[in-house]
């Protein structure tokens, strides 16, 4: 079992910056590959960004590449979604999940509770 809960949410004007945390624990977690979703209200959960086990590979949603990036440092167990240049269509709750290297969320087994990031324009 893993247990995953993220931080960092918050309210913030059209163009700032936020960076979301994950912290990890139970099993290892560089055991898995970690990936980060959102859910908008009314909205299906959509796929933002994905880290491979030992952080060399990332992967991005067309929608937010050259704005977010992923990092993970597996020694404290932590992953990171740092979010520049945020756009009100960013607004959403974000996920953290720990599973396969994927862009489909039926490949994660773990899933945090979730933290609301609102965009203001």
């Known amino acids: 079992q893993v247990q995953l809960v993220e931080s960092g949410g918050g309210l913030v004007q059209a163009g700032g910056s936020l960076r979301l945390s994950c912290a990890a624990s139970?099993?290892?977690?560089?055991?898995?590959?970690m990936g980060w979703f959102r859910q908008a209200p009314g909205k299906e959960r959509e796929f933002v960004a994905t880290?491979?086990?030992?952080?060399?590979?990332?992967s991005y949603a067309d929608s937010v590449k050259g704005r977010f990036t992923i990092s993970r440092d597996n020694a404290k167990n932590m992953v990171y979604l740092q979010m520049n240049s945020l756009k009100p269509e960013d607004t959403a709750v974000y996920y953290c999940?720990?599973?396969?290297?994927?862009?489909?969320?039926?490949?994660?087994?773990?899933w945090g509770q979730g933290t609301q990031v609102t965009v203001s324009s």
């Open positions: 880290i491979s086990r030992g952080g060399k590979a990332t």
């Open positions: 139970g099993r290892t977690l560089s055991n898995y590959a």
């Open positions: 999940a720990a599973g396969g290297w994927s862009m489909f969320s039926t490949e994660y087994d773990y």
